[in-house]
């Protein structure tokens, strides 16, 4: 299709830098900066908005800009409630692009997908010209991360697309998570991160029975703490708790922290 071009990076490539900061953010104002933070480490991201996609409906999760205005928020509405998702073509593409790959990515050049009156009326009006979406199949549809930036950023670097790819399984339902706390203030989702004993009470309660020292270890990793922090808490040495951690990740058959906050979010 013009103008749309899928990627499939490799998972094990470079790793997101500071998304350990964003875990524990989750569910309050702060979230928000720290999500563009992390994505102007990587590459320029100036709106973002956050789908759900199923064979019929296209939910709205969240639509936020940098600068802090609700321009991203008004053209995901418009984007859902008109129908233009229906007429868009990378819709289409990620749609055939589930059928065989679990996360992936396609980048946009919105200058040339679609028809002239769709890609006037929705992306040129607005200035947008670049466009990255981040996808990931999910028991309820595919999560789409949608990044938007302006001609004067220039297109996503293919260095840099490799790093949203490998920290997708990961960041995407972790924005997701947050929205949804947003929206939900009963929701005991919002101490997820943020409470290290509601953390370690969530591990002990799981199928996967984790030695004590190995739960606590995990909590405190999912806390964000350092090795070094985690030694002073637990009165271990660092290299007591490099241990634990590789014990650890062996029994969960994991090699990663952002493996371990995929399965914890996925147990949770």
Not at 190 to 210: Q, T
Not at 236 to 244: G, H, M
Request: proline share 4%; hydrophobic share 40%.
């Amino acid at each position: 299709m013009q103008g749309l071009f899928p990627i499939h990076p490799d998972r094990s490539g470079p790793s997101m830098p500071h998304l350990s900061r964003l875990i524990n953010d989750l569910g309050t104002p702060a979230f928000t900066s720290g999500l563009f933070g992390l994505f102007n480490d990587i590459s320029t991201v100036e709106h973002c908005g956050v789908y759900v996609l199923n064979a019929r409906t296209l939910q709205k999760c969240a639509g936020i800009s940098q600068d802090g205005s609700t321009k991203s928020s008004d053209f995901v509405d418009l984007y859902i409630d008109t129908g233009y998702w229906l007429a868009d073509p990378t819709m289409e593409m990620i749609g055939s692009e589930a059928l065989t790959h679990h996360s992936f990515l396609v980048e946009v050049d919105t200058t040339s997908v679609g028809g002239m009156r769709f890609r006037e009326e929705l992306f040129l009006s607005q200035k947008m010209h670049h466009r990255l979406m981040v996808c990931l199949k999910t028991d309820e549809g595919i999560a789409v991360l949608d990044l938007v930036r302006s001609s004067r950023h220039g297109p996503y670097g293919r260095d840099r697309i490799g790093i949203y790819g490998s920290a997708t399984e990961v960041l995407l339902p972790l924005i997701i998570k947050h929205f949804r706390v947003l929206n939900d203030p009963w929701s005991v989702g919002s101490d997820i991160f943020r409470d290290l004993v509601a953390i370690e009470e969530r591990l002990a309660a799981k199928e996967v029975h984790l030695p004590l020292r190995e739960r606590q270890v995990a909590a405190h990793i999912l806390y964000g703490q350092s090795s070094l922090g985690i030694s002073i808490d637990l009165g271990i040495a660092e290299e007591t708790v490099a241990t634990y951690r590789k014990r650890l990740y062996s029994r969960l058959q994991i090699s990663s922290q952002q493996e371990l906050c995929r399965w914890f979010l996925k147990a949770a």
